[in-house]
């Protein structure tokens, strides 16, 4: 099968890569794969998690398979998990913009800066660098766009502070993880921006959901939107209710909504959390 998207170096499988939509079918999507089996892979998260799904659910792998990058979209811990157990193969998660690519995810987990080429600094309101662990907005400054340089240049960004040296024994500087933009990030009843993945834990946990989207309508209203083979029951649905209690801390409401296929953003991006409490992205 031939790829419908522009092909580079078709003579040589090491040198080349093939491109196929990453919002088309993701049945069509496995079986190109199935047929050209790669040596890398690299796509978005959510297209990674559903070629997962299909392909465990065929019994098969891709034979050829030495390694899996991800990029565009918050790659969570459970994804990691379903592609380290379908595909066998390490997954590593790349962190860029429009502007520059700015971090790489060593085997340790750490995001290491790209720094010959980019400031990259983390700082909170005031604009004051981050406290390790703490979170606050990615700020970038280019090193080598002599036409137009960046500078201090505010990427709608968030991410988490790292400091020390890294077990891999690079010496980059080092982001401990990257949350999303500031549409990604639930508002509390402080007006204070939290990161809201601990939310997920009880979506994450029901195997049959095979996409999900909290989103944050008010700070005590939330839709939980699920793609699944069934719908959720009244015990699943006070289960999720109860776990958005605990973790928000106060009264709350939470309703359900059940979708074929929740769609992306008009990026192209697919989001996990979704606050219309904050800007639209652009």
């Known amino acids: 099968m031939s790829s419908p998207d522009a092909e580079f170096s078709r003579d040589s499988r090491f040198l080349g890569a093939r491109f196929f939509p990453h919002t088309s079918d993701l049945e ?40 899996i990058f991800s990029a565009s979209e918050v790659l969570e811990d459970s994804m ?11 997954v590593s998660d790349n962190y860029g913009s429009t502007e520059a690519f700015l971090a790489g995810q060593c085997p340790d987990g750490s995001y290491h800066v790209n720094a010959e080429h980019v400031l990259l600094e983390i700082v909170d309101e005031e604009g004051r660098p981050s406290a390790r662990g703490a979170l606050g907005r990615v700020l970038v400054t280019t090193l080598e766009n ?5 500078i201090r240049y505010e990427i709608g960004d968030y991410a988490i502070a790292a400091e020390g040296a890294c077990p891999c024994g690079r010496t980059l500087p080092r ?16 007006g204070k921006r939290f990161v809201p993945w601990d939310l997920f834990n009880r979506l994450k946990a029901r195997e049959w959901v095979t996409q999900y989207q909290v989103v944050q309508r008010d700070v005590d209203r939330f839709m939980v939107r699920y793609a699944a083979s069934r719908v959720f029951a009244p015990e699943d649905e006070a289960d999720v209710r109860r776990h958005f209690q605990e973790i928000i801390g106060s009264p709350i409401t939470v ?19 979704l606050c219309e409490l ?5």
């Open 28 to 67: 069509r999507q496995a079986d190109w794969l199935q047929e050209f089996d790669p040596l890398y892979l690299y796509a978005y998260p959510v297209n990674l998690d559903g070629l997962a799904r299909i392909f465990e659910a065929r019994g098969r792998r891709l034979k050829s398979l030495r390694k």
């Open 80 to 90: 990691r998990a379903r592609l380290n157990r379908v595909f066998g193969v390490e």
């Open 146 to 150: 002599h036409l137009m340089p960046l």
């Open 175 to 190: 982001i401990e993880r990257i949350v999303g933009r500031v549409i990604n990030l639930f508002v509390d009843r402080d």
């Open 255 to 273: 309703d359900f909504e059940r979708l074929d296929q929740i769609p992306r953003a008009p990026s192209g991006k697919f989001m996990a959390a």
């Open 278 to 282: 904050a800007a639209v992205e652009r």
